[in-house]
């Protein structure tokens, strides 16, 4: 099981702090940093000072590391054209020496949408133009160099795209897809994806999650083998008292976090980790919401990640 820690900088944190995250996050042992796509803050917190754009700070984030992986979960298909994204990110995949993943949905959450300008259209659109982004970048990065990539959508069209600059890694950065959606879902990630996520989910339902993507890839005769992986919150301590700082420092309950997420002492971490790993899972993203807290992450990676 390999434990990536994840992070939400649009409740507030300058890219410093995402620095220092993922510094530990390399210096502590862990697979990856991923940091989420978002330009508004969520519940009860100022999000001061201000957003940060994922993938200039993943850029930066390159050149300060040298082993961790580094990707989003998941970039906003609504923030940006396929054609400059697929460009971002194998700058970034370059600059990293190959360590980039990327996660790519749908766009979420209209506020953010609204409050800085950007169109946001139905579900229904908002799974179409993903699914051609999909094709675009996976496109783009696979045309053998020296040929020309060309596509006509029903939202998006290229014409002989010298399809550069070429990713570090060969065939592009892995495709990560995520959510629990019943139909489109499975069957986007059983074509594109290299692996799949189900965020913010109990055990019981990540299983379902998992088993339709399952079927997805056996109806589509998909040979390739997908990763499957969680992501949860975290919050953990010594004992009682810690895991309640830890749970009040970022508004939540425990009782509801024991439920909802990854909650309580390393040895119930442990627990609940096995039971995702016993569906199938490979790695658990831990949220992480208190960016300040890097006597968190020591925790974790002394008494969870070493058990794991």
Not at 151 to 169: C, E, M, T, V
Not at 181 to 193: D, E, H, M, Q, S
């Amino acid at each position: 099981m390999r434990l990536r820690i994840f992070t939400e900088p649009q409740q507030g944190a300058t890219y410093e702090t995402q620095l220092a995250v993922a510094k530990a996050t390399e210096d502590l042992g862990f697979d990856a940093f991923f940091r989420s796509d978002h330009f508004v803050k969520m519940g009860d917190v100022t999000g001061e000072p201000g957003p940060t754009d994922s993938w200039i700070t993943l850029g930066a984030l390159a050149r300060e590391t040298s082993r961790i992986r580094l990707g989003t979960l998941v970039t906003a298909g609504t923030f940006r054209y396929p054609g400059p994204l697929a460009i971002s990110v194998a700058q970034v995949d370059q600059m990293s020496g190959g360590r980039v993943d990327l996660g790519l949905g749908t766009g979420w959450f209209e506020d953010e949408h609204t409050a800085y300008g950007i169109p946001f259209p139905s579900l229904a659109e908002r799974f179409e133009r993903l699914e051609e982004q999909l094709e675009i970048v996976t496109g783009l990065w696979g045309t053998p160099a020296g040929e020309t990539y060309s596509f006509s959508g029903r939202h998006y069209a290229l014409s002989d795209s010298p399809a550069l600059p070429k990713p570090a890694q060969a065939g592009g950065p892995p495709i990560i897809i995520g959510g629990i959606g019943a139909k489109r879902t499975p069957r986007l990630a059983a074509r594109y994806a290299d692996e799949y996520n189900v965020p913010f989910h109990q055990v019981k339902d990540t299983s379902g999650a998992f088993d339709r993507v399952r079927a997805a890839c056996a109806e589509a005769g998909r040979t390739e083998p997908l990763v499957y992986s969680a992501a949860q919150v975290v919050c953990c301590g010594r004992d009682e008292a810690e895991v309640k700082r830890r749970a009040d420092a970022i508004g939540r309950e425990v009782t509801e976090l024991r439920t909802n997420g990854l909650a309580g002492t390393p040895g119930e971490l442990v627990d609940k980790i096995g039971q995702f790993g016993g569906l199938g899972a490979e790695r658990i993203y831990l949220q992480v919401l208190d960016m300040h807290d890097l006597d968190h992450l020591e925790l974790l990676a002394a008494e969870v990640l070493s058990k794991v």
